[in-house]
């Protein structure tokens, strides 16, 4: 499975963007789709998932400003961010689920100035 992950960006702190992130496989294979988030120099961080049922998990540091979801009849899952404060900056990774295999996209960078 190949994950096209896209939307990153620099934006003021109130501000907002929305990340894309298509799979390359059926919607009915893959389990949860999510974004972590990784900060220089810590680890990779659950930021929000979507499971192929739509039931929805998010960190606590966003709940409230960002919302997942999926596209209607493809397998793309967007995470829109709103209300982005400094410590949302670092880069986010598409993450795609399924029973014997987890894979990851190539990262985008959000930055978010104060």
């Known amino acids: 499975v190949q994950l096209q992950a896209s939307g990153g960006g620099l934006v003021q702190a109130g501000g907002s963007l929305r990340l894309s992130c298509t799979a390359s496989?059926?919607?009915?294979?893959?389990?949860?789709m999510g974004w972590y988030r990784q900060a220089p120099g810590k680890q990779r961080d659950l930021v929000a998932s979507i499971t192929n049922t739509g039931g929805t998990t998010y960190a606590d540091s966003v709940k409230g400003r960002f919302t997942i979801s999926r596209g209607a009849g493809e397998n793309t899952v967007y995470l829109q961010m709103n209300s982005l404060k400094p410590e949302d900056t670092g880069v986010y990774f598409c993450?795609?689920?399924?029973?014997?295999?987890?894979?990851w996209g190539q990262g985008t960078q959000v930055t978010v100035s104060s």
């Open positions: 496989a059926t919607r009915s294979s893959i389990n949860v």
């Open positions: 993450n795609a689920k399924q029973v014997f295999a987890n894979y």
